[in-house]
């Protein structure tokens, strides 16, 4: 099947929601959410999709915003992609269920396979979801359950699917990321550690890693837009949001580093990853 991370990346679509004014109140959010700065989440929002369009030349698609939706911007939640295949989630929280319906349509459009998720006993965020390149990691955590991650291991047959136990709130997106082809990047915290050392017992390729001080920083997205040959990029978080891991990023020598900043938009509970959806295939459009 190749060297690992062969499959990690390669991309040339992006897919994003904007920013409704519901997200400003938290109560909104029915999730006790602290209020935030609209103007600066819709700043933070639109640079990030001005990176991924101009800086990674990936052809960007902005679903409006849905007023009814506040966390709709967080659509990294509401799939996992991989190849011509999109497996539709199915969220933990049932305010956030109604979601999936216009990334659904925009995937379909794209003419992306379109797998549903038919059990209402299953939960899957698809930001509990690590695709290396070579294999899945499925967070199981407060978000995510076991029968959410079989239908991971049902829908992508071609590769291994491990689980692995989150502490806590977080997302395993929240705690480790790919910094690179062969490189897992992970937060310093015990949460973030315990996961990595779990993945590594579970998987039979090796990786090296890259622990960074921030947990928040390991939320970064490894991308190689284009043909193969051309430059790799990692999107992060950049130093007006966590200076202490600025200089351990600088270790990734492989890659183009592409800070952007969503420290208001983490007040709603966003993390890197969860803000875009991108397409690792050219879909047939």
């Not at 960074?212 to 430059?231: I, Q």
Request: aromatic share 4%; proline share 7%; hydrophobic share 40%.
């Amino acid at each position: 099947m190749g060297t690992p991370g062969e499959g990690l990346g390669r991309c040339s679509h992006a897919l994003i929601r904007g920013v409704p004014e519901s997200l400003a109140s938290g109560e909104s959010a029915g999730a006790g959410l602290p209020s935030l700065d609209l103007a600066k989440a819709q700043r933070e929002h639109g640079v990030l999709g001005g990176k991924l369009r101009q800086r990674l030349g990936l052809q960007l698609l902005e679903l409006p915003p849905e007023e009814s939706l506040p966390l709709g911007p967080l659509l990294g939640d509401t799939a996992v992609i991989q190849g011509d295949t999109a497996l539709i989630t199915r969220p933990w929280s049932p305010s956030r269920r109604p979601e999936v319906d216009g990334v659904r349509k925009a995937l379909q459009d794209l003419g992306l396979r379109i797998v549903e998720m038919g059990d209402e006993n299953a939960t899957l965020d698809g930001t509990d979801v690590l695709f290396t390149g070579r294999e899945f990691f499925v967070g199981l955590s407060k978000w995510t359950n076991h029968r959410g991650a079989e239908i991971v291991a049902d829908t992508f047959r071609d590769f291994a699917v491990s689980t692995v136990p989150v502490s806590g709130a977080s997302h395993l997106r929240g705690l480790c990321g790919m910094g690179g082809p062969r490189t897992v990047v992970a937060g310093s915290s015990e949460a973030a550690q315990k996961a990595v050392r779990a993945m590594a017992v579970l998987t039979d390729h090796p990786y090296a890693s890259l622990t960074l001080p921030d947990d928040a920083a390991a939320d970064c997205l490894f991308l190689r837009p284009g043909l193969p040959g051309t430059s790799a990029f990692l999107l992060h978080r950049g130093g007006g949001d966590l200076p202490n891991s600025q200089e351990a990023l600088q270790k990734l020598s492989d890659v183009t580093l592409v800070p952007v900043s969503c420290s208001e938009l983490e007040k709603a509970g966003a993390g890197l990853s969860s803000l875009c959806l991108v397409l690792s295939t050219r879909p047939h459009c």
